[in-house]
């Protein structure tokens, strides 16, 4: 016999409530009833936003040992271990959704899993290391200030201190290109050079245009996305024409124009043959990034392996005391 007024509820009242309250802009928790396919759009979201995160420490890794200076490598380790923080976070949330941690890290390690095509590029430059801070993060604080309002609690939550730690690798980046377009000529050519190779592939970040990205009309209608993936991305380009001016280096979107009628940024032709090629695995650097977290996650199981014990012996000790 059902106890509570929840349980006598008809799948009909349970999705209008639930309507209600996406149309309210009201938060939905992991107690909540939710549609099924919100809950698996979430699971895909925020599980391939975790692993973009974690495969994207290792671009960046791979100049922890070889930053120019003392202060220069205490910050890259700095913002190297925030995301993976931001992988933590984002797979905790994840959980609440009824996946397993250990599902999400197998379907990444068995190459099943997508995350950001922009991690599949090899970083062979120091100056990789500011154009990723200002463009990759750049662009990714654009994908996720809106999402700290998305309409599943625990992932809004999750982006509001993810952004506020965005906000820093945007500042160090953009720094490590200041001191670089400000130093010796080589130093100015090596940070246009980056930023050529770093430019298109962060404007792919937002993803296809609004006429080919078909889940998006649903994501916005369930309040999980607030804006377009060509909203994002024009708010994005806005953001950095000013700030090519202040670093003194060239955009190398020579077709881009603002269109004052519109109000809009014409921009030059994406490749999106490229970004497709590196979806389906194809990047320049896929192989590796997958091998390393597999190799990775091999490497790293005597750790949680003294978790569970560790966590076991707590148990007993907490038993024998009650
Ligand atoms: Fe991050
Ligand atoms: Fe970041």
């Known amino acids: 016999m059902p106890t509570t007024t929840e349980q006598v509820l008809t799948e009909e009242e349970q999705q209008a409530h639930f309507d209600a309250l996406i149309e309210a802009d009201q938060r939905i928790e992991p107690r909540d009833w939710m549609p099924e396919k919100y809950r698996k759009t979430l699971i895909r979201q925020i599980s391939q936003h975790a692993h973009s995160e974690i495969i994207g420490m290792q671009p960046e890794a791979n100049w922890i040992t070889r930053a120019p200076s003392l202060k220069r490598k205490a910050i890259l380790i700095a913002k190297v271990q925030d995301e993976a923080g931001h992988g933590l976070y984002l797979y905790s949330a994840a959980q609440t959704l009824g996946i397993s941690r250990e599902e999400m890290t197998d379907a990444l390690i068995e190459g099943r899993a997508r995350y950001s095509s922009i991690f599949n590029y090899h970083t062979p430059s120091w100056a990789d290391m500011g154009a990723i801070g200002w ?120 077709d881009l124009r603002y269109d004052e009628e519109t109000g809009k940024w014409i921009l030059g032709e994406i490749d999106w043959d490229e970004f497709n090629a590196i979806l389906d695995g194809r990047g320049p650097a896929n192989t590796d990034r997958i091998r390393n977290r597999r190799d990775a996650h091999e490497e790293g199981a005597w750790v949680r392996e003294a978790a569970v014990e560790y966590a076991r012996k707590q148990r007993e000790r907490q038993r024998f005391a009650a």
């Open 135 to 254: 463009l990759v993060d750049g662009a990714a604080i654009c994908n996720q200030v809106p999402l700290c309002r998305a309409s599943y609690g625990p992932y809004g939550r999750a982006m509001v201190r993810i952004c506020k730690e965005e906000s820093f690798h945007q500042r160090q980046g953009f720094e490590i290109l200041y001191e670089l377009s400000h130093g010796t000529p080589e130093q100015k050519q090596m940070a246009q050079e980056s930023v050529n190779r770093w430019y298109w592939p962060s404007l792919m970040m937002f993803g296809p245009s609004d006429d080919a990205s078909p889940n998006s009309a649903q994501s916005m209608a369930w309040k999980i996305k607030r804006f377009s993936n060509d909203e994002l991305r024009q708010r994005f380009v806005g953001m950095c024409v000013p700030q090519f001016e202040a670093l003194g280096l060239e955009c190398p979107d020579k």
